[in-house]
């Protein structure tokens, strides 16, 4: 349930606001760019996970939890401060989307776009129209005719991702490992390189930029090639996609246009589909580059991710558009401030 409208804070004073978020994923970026955009910020960690936020002193104020489900008592924290809220992977991981969108505290972005991107066939049906070239789907093993990588819903960071290439492999490898789970999507696996492509949209400039690139550093798919062949038949290794880390890309740039373009159609499209306000704010188009150049969308996450961590003082991107550093989570909060100040906060809260 989406909760009611509340009527927003009518102060245009940015320090009568400020920026919050979840103690993980992009928190740091987050909260350093509120900070350098002269905004105060406060962190919501799980007792145990501050120590990162104090080390670095990027937190104006550390709210404590012991578990998430205590979140709802912390809001009430969160309301009284005029916070507004930038939910992460983590965020939205330990949240659900129920309680993201029952939530009243302000929030960036459009909270109809949850359904949209954590839906595997709304994801299809929004990125087809938007002309997004996508991996084909096999609806059952027994229709599997090339090597799939199977998915199994609500995989955390890739874990238990596994490839196969017929239906006998494929319940092999599924009775033996996960006997429990029937819940998977079969994608057509793409071979070619992964790239990640963060993007911006400001909803009140009405401009998309793309802030910057990464490929991921995922165990042990980043692992196997280390060893021969032989050795990796021999020691039985099954490629898993652990995300541990990630690495800045720059891409070929004969290639930027078609990433705007992709970046243009994918907004325009959410305007029409999804409701609200459609997509604005950071997302990114998870991508594979064959050899042949074509990009393939595998998945879109329509908030800042991980991937952008690299780039805590810019891009080689963004160093061309702006004059100081500029992260995406500084991005986020030059939105909210500028929003804050010509009285359109509306325009950037879900
Ligand atoms: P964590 O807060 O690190 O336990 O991560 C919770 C979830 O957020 C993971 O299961 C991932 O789906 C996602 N996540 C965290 N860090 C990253 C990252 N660096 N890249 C991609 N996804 C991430
Ligand atoms: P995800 O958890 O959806 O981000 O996917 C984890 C990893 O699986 C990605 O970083 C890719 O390397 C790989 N991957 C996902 N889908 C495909 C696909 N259809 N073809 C090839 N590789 C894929």
Redesign the pocket.
């Known amino acids: 349930m989406v909760s009611k409208k509340a009527s927003l804070p009518a102060s245009k004073n940015p320090s009568d606001y400020v920026i919050a978020t979840m103690g993980s994923h992009s928190a740091l970026q987050i909260l350093h760019g509120a900070r350098q955009e002269g905004m105060r910020n406060v962190v919501v960690c799980k007792k145990g996970a501050e120590r990162a936020y104090k080390s670095y002193g990027v937190a104006d104020e550390i709210l404590y939890v012991d578990d998430w489900s205590e979140w709802e008592k912390v809001e009430k924290e969160l309301v009284k401060r005029n916070a507004i809220i930038i939910p992460h992977g983590s965020f939205i991981a330990y949240m659900g989307h129920d309680r993201v969108k029952a939530m009243k505290a302000m929030y960036f972005g459009t909270k109809e776009i949850l359904e949209w991107e954590s839906n595997r066939t709304m994801e299809r049906q929004w990125l087809e129209a938007a002309d997004i070239k996508m ?1 084909r789907v096999f609806a059952t093993p027994e229709e599997i005719k090339k090597p799939v ?1 199977v ?1 199994f819903h609500g995989a955390g ?2 874990f238990g ?1 596994f490839i196969a290439k017929s239906a006998e492999q494929f319940y092999e490898v599924k009775n033996r490992k996960y006997p429990e789970q029937n819940d998977f999507a079969l ?4 071979v070619g390189v ?1 790239i990640y492509a963060h993007y911006f949209f400001s909803p009140l400039t009405q401009e998309l930029e793309i802030m910057s690139f990464d490929k ?1 550093y ?1 165990s042990n ?1 980043d692992s196997i090639g280390r060893i021969r062949a032989e050795d990796q038949l021999s020691a039985n290794i099954y490629t898993s ?1 652990t995300i541990v880390g990630n690495i800045p890309v720059v891409i070929r740039e004969s290639m930027l246009p078609e990433f705007f373009a992709m970046g243009d159609r994918v907004v325009k499209t959410s305007k029409k589909m999804c409701g609200g306000k459609g997509l604005f704010g950071p997302f990114c188009l ?1 991508c ?1 580059v064959t050899r042949k150049l074509e990009i393939f969308v ?2 879109i996450s329509a908030r800042i991710v991980a991937g952008t961590n690299p780039f805590v003082e810019g891009s080689p991107y963004t160093a061309l558009r702006y004059k100081e550093p500029m992260s995406t989570g500084r991005r986020i909060a030059r939105d909210i401030k500028t929003a804050i100040k010509q009285g359109r906060l509306r325009e950037v809260l879900g």
Not at 187 to 190: A, K, L, S
């Open positions: 991996p990588i998915k960071g890739g991702y994608q057509e696996y793409i992964p991921r995922e798919a996609y998870e594979i595998f998945e």
